[in-house]
């Protein structure tokens, strides 16, 4: 899990990758909406899809002759619950700073 939470981090380092992230949060998207939202080719944004979808970030459901993207909850869900441990082990470190 760890490395795939590595993966996510990676692919939303890039800014490109994470404006196609948030247009995909904000609704479902094929290629081409994408492409028209953003001011890089259609290949470039068909490569960071991939990039996305390797690390479980967007999920890919064919319609008709295209590809829609949409945010994959079960990916994003096991980013969230390991940024959520991490804040968690920060906050456990802290308290025992101060309280020693």
């Known amino acids: 899990?760890?490395?795939?939470?590595?993966r996510?981090?990676?692919a939303l380092a890039d800014p490109t990758r994470r404006q196609i992230f948030e247009l995909v949060a904000k609704r479902p998207q094929s290629v081409a909406d994408l492409t028209r939202a953003l001011p890089v080719s259609q290949s470039a944004v068909s490569q960071h899809l991939k990039i996305l979808k390797s690390a479980k970030l967007v999920r890919a459901e064919?319609?008709?002759a295209r590809n829609i993207y949409r945010v994959d909850?079960?990916?994003l869900g096991q980013m969230r619950a390991w940024l959520?441990?991490?804040w968690?082990?920060?906050?456990?470190?802290?308290k025992i700073?101060?309280?020693d």
């Not at 899990?1 to 590595?6: D, E, G, I, S, W």
């Not at 968690?88 to 802290?94: H, K, P, S, Y």
């Open 73 to 75: 909850p079960a990916g």
């Open 8 to 10: 996510a981090i990676t």
């Open 62 to 64: 064919a319609a008709g």
């Open 1 to 6: 899990m760890a490395n795939n939470n590595q």
């Open 88 to 94: 968690r082990d920060a906050l456990d470190a802290l």
């Open 84 to 86: 959520d441990r991490q």
């Open 97 to 99: 700073e101060i309280d």
